[in-house]
């Protein structure tokens, strides 16, 4: 089998594999605040891409979490800071999500085998959630608006080490390879080598990098929030 990293969504349609499992990553925040989320009980989560849908789902009365460049919206229950869905807030709820990057993603890569959300914080669940079904894996860093980021790049690399030195996965192209290598040259600094990144700039300038070092922390979560399609609605759940 094997593991290949997308760096941007913007490639994706060049990475597509129908009978493949995506692995959609965005680590500052969106997917490592799922993880929490499920992590503390939340029983659903409906990625929405916009914010428009977001605000139709709250006059509704749903929950909702929603951020747009890294600032929670107002209208809000939620931002997408994994500190803000507490087991209080969120056990056995339903929760609408949109955020500039993650979402958007999730709804690119929704035709695929199965799709899924990884973060550090769930590296180890993910990779063995990969391995039980056995097929090849994309993963699919969210960026920043369509550029690539460092972040997300380091899980992919993260990813393809975990997978390659199982034995049962081999580096498909050069992307995964170049993941990889920038994921075991900095993997013992993550927190040096993040910190002069665009997104920490943006995290810092708007008091938002408390949660930068529990995203960059390995294996706190056992979950694995699964992508479903019901009733032409799309859903994450956990099994």
């Known amino acids: 089998m094997k593991i290949d ?3 941007s969504p913007v490639l994706y349609p060049v990475y597509h594999d129908p009978e493949a499992i995506v692995v959609v990553v965005d680590v500052f925040r969106a997917t490592t605040t799922m993880a929490a989320a499920f992590q503390n009980g939340v029983s659903s989560i409906r990625p929405v891409a916009s914010v428009e849908e977001a605000m139709e789902y709250k006059r509704k009365g ?3 979490g929603a951020e747009r460049n890294v600032k929670r919206c107002d ?3 939620f931002g997408n800071s994994p500190f803000d869905y507490t087991p209080e807030k969120v056990t056995g709820r339903d929760v609408i999500f949109t955020t500039t990057n993650g ?3 999730i709804t690119i890569a929704k035709s695929a085998y199965h799709v899924i959300t990884g973060a550090f914080i769930n590296l180890q669940a993910v990779a063995d959630f990969c391995r039980k079904h056995g097929r090849d894996v994309v993963v ?3 960026g920043w608006q369509d550029k690539v980021n460092i972040e997300d790049t ?3 690399g993260a990813l393809v080490d975990v997978l390659v030195s199982t034995g049962e996965y081999e580096p498909a192209t050069d992307a995964a390879i170049i993941a990889r290598d920038m ?3 900095n993997r013992n600094n993550l927190l040096t080598y993040i910190d002069p990144t665009d997104h920490m700039a943006r995290l810092k300038a708007n008091h938002l990098a408390d949660s930068v070092p529990y995203c960059l922390t390995l294996n706190s979560a056992a979950v694995v929030p699964e992508l479903t399609i019901e009733e032409g609605i799309l859903v994450l759940r956990t099994r």
Request: hydrophobic share 55%.
């Open 140 to 142: 699919l860093c969210s």
């Open 183 to 185: 994921w075991r040259n």
């Open 62 to 64: 749903w929950l909702v």
């Open 154 to 156: 380091l899980f992919g």
């Open 5 to 7: 990293v997308c760096f």
């Open 75 to 77: 209208f809000a229950d």
């Open 103 to 105: 979402t958007k993603a």
